[in-house]
């Protein structure tokens, strides 16, 4: 067989990660730890990054800490030259700039919508749904970045139109879904399991990780959900140097196609 001819029947291993920005301030939102934060996700290797709370633009922090600014916007800054495929749905949009939803892709990413989920108008939701192109495997992959609302009976509807999007996409092709979902209740997996998501973590340890607050886990807020793939594993993080990166703990895994 020729050397150049994609070996498509092999198995594809995509190392996702998803962690809550904190719009790249510290837990008291005293420091913009964004330099330091982009060296942490780079560091895990990841394929496909899921970001919440990311800005997109603001422009009285951007003053008050010019000296460690980017020039461009967050997700870009953190896209670097590791990530070249990047998306960014815009959610929560004020006088001062706005902030949503990120996703960084080493895979092409063919398209993407920013679906909106906001309920009456208010706490600005998406759900960053992307397309992506593996490449070496015969199939889309769709990567959805999940902010749910801190209401309940508002993350009870955006629940259900995501169940509703997962539904709606082709049979057969991968889904990652994965964010922070603010389910403390732990009504998500029930809802989920009506469109065939599988929690990564609930899997091997019989529920979510408790990744809230990050310098000290107490709420069980973060996913990484997925159907129609191989097999998965959940990835094990350090506390360091993510506990004073952030409000929330990142999660990861190794996802096979």
């Known amino acids: 067989m020729p050397t150049d001819v994609l070996m498509i029947d092999e198995p594809l291993t995509i190392r996702v990660l998803t962690v809550n920005t904190h719009?790249?301030?510290?837990?008291?939102?005293?420091?913009?730890?964004?330099?330091?934060?982009?060296?942490?996700?780079r560091t895990v290797g990841a394929d496909v990054v899921f970001l919440q709370e990311v800005l997109g633009a603001h422009e009285a922090l951007s003053l008050r800490h010019s000296s460690?600014?980017?020039?461009?916007?967050?997700?870009?800054?953190?896209a670097d030259q590791m990530w070249r495929s990047y998306a960014y749905g815009r959610n929560a949009v004020y006088p001062e700039g706005h902030h949503g939803n990120a996703l960084l892709s080493k895979f092409p990413i063919i398209s993407y919508q920013n679906v909106d989920v906001s309920v009456h108008g208010t706490e600005k939701r998406g759900l960053l749904h992307c397309r992506l192109d593996t490449v070496s495997r015969l199939t889309t992959v769709h990567a959805i970045c999940v902010h749910l609302g801190l209401r309940a009976g508002h993350?009870?509807?955006?629940?259900?139109?995501?169940?509703?999007?997962?539904?709606?996409?082709?049979?057969?092709?991968?889904?990652?879904?994965?964010?922070?979902?603010?389910?403390?209740?732990?009504?998500?997996?029930?809802?989920?399991s009506q469109c065939q998501l599988t929690d990564v973590f609930s899997t091997y340890y019989g529920a979510p990780p408790k990744t809230f607050p990050?310098?000290?886990?107490?709420?069980?807020?973060?996913?990484?959900?997925?159907?129609?793939?191989?097999?998965?594993?959940?990835?094990?993080?350090?506390?360091?140097?993510?506990?004073?990166?952030?409000d929330h703990a990142p999660l990861a895994a190794e996802i096979v196609l």
């Open 23 to 41: 719009k790249g301030f510290n837990f008291f939102n005293r420091k913009l730890v964004l330099p330091e934060l982009r060296e942490a996700v």
């Open 68 to 78: 460690r600014w980017p020039e461009g916007t967050h997700y870009e800054y953190l």
């Open 214 to 246: 990050a310098i000290f886990p107490l709420l069980r807020l973060d996913r990484i959900y997925v159907r129609g793939v191989e097999n998965f594993a959940p990835v094990r993080l350090p506390n360091r140097p993510w506990a004073h990166l952030s």
């Open 155 to 192: 993350r009870d509807h955006q629940l259900t139109l995501l169940r509703n999007l997962v539904n709606g996409l082709p049979e057969g092709e991968p889904v990652i879904v994965a964010g922070d979902f603010n389910d403390w209740r732990g009504k998500a997996e029930a809802a989920l």
